[in-house]
């Protein structure tokens, strides 16, 4: 049975120029899970704003949206507030109560249910999602991965027939994003539910998906079977970067076969064209950094109030200049208040920070900032002062003593280097999550800082997105300035970092270079090292298997020819 049919619908945002979504025509059958993806701004998150009624942005709509073969604008409001759940790419945005049982209650209290009939779907939901523990426990306590859990929990209360869910992990640690991907691919076959979710992290929703939705400026460019998609995809397609590292393989290789899409069928594919050996260790052991510390921290212990057990306990990190360093951890370990401590927002109570050599008690009245370190927050809004993003910069260089025309020279360059300019007179909670992180990345580059704190800067990107801030970043690193990233993504730190390490227990372990570091990681690790450690075990990206097993198509076999 068809659950949702969408027929030419096109949506324009008021006094915007072009439209969000144009012409966009699809169905889906009951039961089915769609992965929908895109570039960052190409209507994803419109196009399922527009699905839920209650929280469709203002604007110009045409078209016909058919839910269960009824038009929307005809649905009761109580059919639609129960039957449609939605999952917020933000958790911090969808929760409303101090309590987790309360906001296990609080949807069903609005449909006016009875207390028995509350109280059994609010332990029953309680029980299945595993957060029994958390029960009567704060909202603001929870972990990020907790969070969204509790979101996630709180939709399925209302037992939904169609769940829409915006970047669910864009917040997650691998570890917690593969346990909420997995509870949303029970949710599937066990009940049936129907699940529409956009996301940009396709490694592990790709292959569990029916149908896959790629959405192209607007526009519908495919929508078709994971693997039909990964056939399709022209090799140029910007989007041929966020597919699984199984597809790009194989799509790099040209190796007529079935495509891959698991770890498991790119490991099987491997071993069909390559003769087996054993694991080479090509990683180079030695690792040249500049003698001069950029950033340090000795034995710190930090704590948000005295009755708190601590967050930072002795920790240590050096982080030489010019070096591009990412650390890695699960939610909630306390790599965001490294960063604080280390720009001066957060107090250590015990132990050395150091910045640029000197004491980071010696920076007074501000001068941390003025050229020396800026911090790119978690949350991009939180950056943002005015109503328009063009104000927003110029007022950051007015405070800063720039000139009038240098204020656009180089409000001009950043919006270039970064793809910004055609965002620049709007305002910045009307962009998309990706674009929002744009911008903010744009107005820290304007302070020229020496050193550059990065926290989830690869948030709601795309892979192209990511390209470019890669390469901003290496012209940054390139200039000198040294750069501390907080990630979750595993795969941007594997291609970028000059090193990587691991934040566990409030310290932070085994600093390494990326080729180390991963290959000797199961879960905190990218999936192509996963796929490849078998034969080649430092490489952990798609460009170096790919390397790897074009050099071992050149080699010789042991008969003298030629491997097929």
């Not at 969000?20 to 025509?25: I, K, P, Q, T, Y």
């Not at 942005?57 to 038009?71: D, M, N, V």
């Not at 990511?466 to 990630?487: C, F």
């Not at 790897?548 to 020819?561: F, H, N, S």
């Given at each position: 049975m068809e659950i949702l049919h969408l027929e030419n619908v096109s949506f324009r945002y008021p006094k915007a120029a072009v439209n969000?979504?144009?012409?966009?025509?699809f169905s889906v059958q009951s039961g089915e899970f769609v992965v929908v993806c895109g570039a960052s701004g190409c209507g994803k998150t419109t196009l399922l704003?527009?699905?839920?009624?209650?929280?469709?942005?203002?604007?110009?709509?045409?078209?016909?949206?058919?839910?269960?073969?009824?038009?929307?604008?005809a649905l009761p409001e109580r059919t639609e507030a129960g039957e449609i759940g939605y999952v917020?790419?933000?958790?911090?945005?969808?929760?409303?109560?101090?309590?987790?049982?309360?906001?296990?209650?609080?949807g069903l209290e609005n449909l006016g249910l009875p207390t028995e009939v509350i109280r059994r779907r609010v332990g029953e939901m309680a029980s299945y999602f595993g957060i029994q523990e958390l029960f009567r426990s704060d909202t603001d306590a929870l972990s990020g991965g907790q969070k969204q859990l509790l979101n996630l929990a709180s939709v399925m209360v209302m037992q939904p027939r169609l769940l829409l869910l915006d970047e669910p992990t864009g917040q997650l640690d691998p570890i917690a994003a593969s346990d909420f991907i997995a509870t949303l691919r029970k949710l599937n076959s066990e009940l049936g539910l129907t699940i529409l979710l956009v996301e940009h992290r396709l490694e592990e929703v790709f292959p569990i998906a029916d149908k896959v939705l790629l959405m192209d400026g607007g526009h519908v460019l495919l929508y078709d079977t994971p693997r039909a998609v990964g056939q399709k995809l022209g090799a140029e397609h910007p989007m041929q970067l966020s597919l699984p590292s199984a597809v790009r393989i194989y799509n790099a290789l040209g190796i007529d076969d079935v495509c891959p899409l698991t770890v498991r069928e790119g490991r099987d594919f491997l071993e069909r064209h390559f003769p087996p050996a054993e694991p080479t260790d090509d990683a180079d052991a030695s690792y040249a950094h500049n003698?001069?510390?950029?950033?340090?921290?000795?034995?710190?212990?930090?704590?948000?109030?005295?009755?708190?057990?601590d967050v930072l306990r002795g920790a240590s990190l050096c982080v030489y200049k010019g070096e591009f360093y990412c650390l890695l951890g699960g939610n909630g370990t306390g790599k965001t208040t490294t960063l604080n401590v280390l720009a001066g927002l957060n107090r250590a109570y015990r132990g050395k920070v150091r910045i640029a050599g000197r004491p980071i008690g010696d920076y007074k009245n501000g001068a941390l900032y003025r050229g020396n370190l800026a911090l790119l927050p978690q949350n991009p809004q939180t950056?943002?002062?005015?109503?328009?993003?063009?104000?927003?910069?110029?007022?950051?260089?007015?405070a800063q003593g720039v000139a009038k025309d240098e204020r656009e020279k180089r409000i001009a360059a950043v919006a270039e280097k970064l793809g910004i300019?055609?965002?620049?007179?709007?305002?910045?909670?009307?962009?998309?999550?990706?674009?929002?992180?744009?911008?903010?990345?744009?107005?820290?580059?304007?302070?020229?800082?020496?050193?550059?704190?990065?926290?989830?800067?690869?948030?709601?990107?795309?892979a192209h997105?990511?390209?470019?801030?890669?390469?901003?970043?290496?012209?940054?690193?390139?200039?000198?300035?040294?750069?501390?990233?907080?990630?979750h993504d595993v795969e941007f730190a594997a291609e970028n970092a000059d090193r990587c390490a691991l934040f566990f227990d409030g310290e932070v372990l085994s600093a390494d270079v990326p080729e180390r570091f991963f290959a000797e990681n199961n879960f905190y690790t990218t999936a192509?090292?996963?796929?490849?450690?078998?034969?080649?075990?430092?490489?952990?990206?798609?460009?170096?298997?790919?390397?790897?097993?074009?050099?071992?198509?050149?080699?010789?076999?042991?008969?003298?020819?030629?491997?097929?």
């Open positions: 969000a979504l144009d012409g966009v025509s704003r527009l699905l839920k009624r209650a929280l469709a942005p203002a604007g110009e709509r045409s078209g016909e949206i058919c839910y269960r073969g009824t038009a929307q604008s917020l790419q933000n958790p911090d945005s969808q929760i409303v109560t101090d309590k987790v049982w309360h906001e296990l209650a609080f003698d001069e510390v950029a950033l340090e921290m000795k034995n710190v212990f930090f704590r948000y109030e005295r009755s708190l057990p950056v943002f002062v005015r109503d328009c993003l063009r104000d927003d910069l110029v007022e950051l260089l007015e300019v055609p965002l620049l007179d709007k305002h910045p909670y009307d962009l998309s999550g990706g674009e929002q992180q744009k911008c903010a990345i744009a107005k820290m580059l304007l302070l020229e800082p020496k050193i550059l704190l990065l926290d989830e800067p690869t948030k709601g990107l795309d997105a990511k390209q470019v801030l890669r390469g901003v970043l290496q012209a940054l690193k390139a200039d000198g300035i040294t750069i501390l990233m907080v990630t192509a090292n996963r796929l490849a450690r078998s034969f080649w075990k430092n490489a952990v990206t798609c460009k170096q298997v790919v390397e790897y097993a074009r050099a071992a198509l050149r080699r010789p076999t042991g008969e003298g020819g030629e491997t097929e």
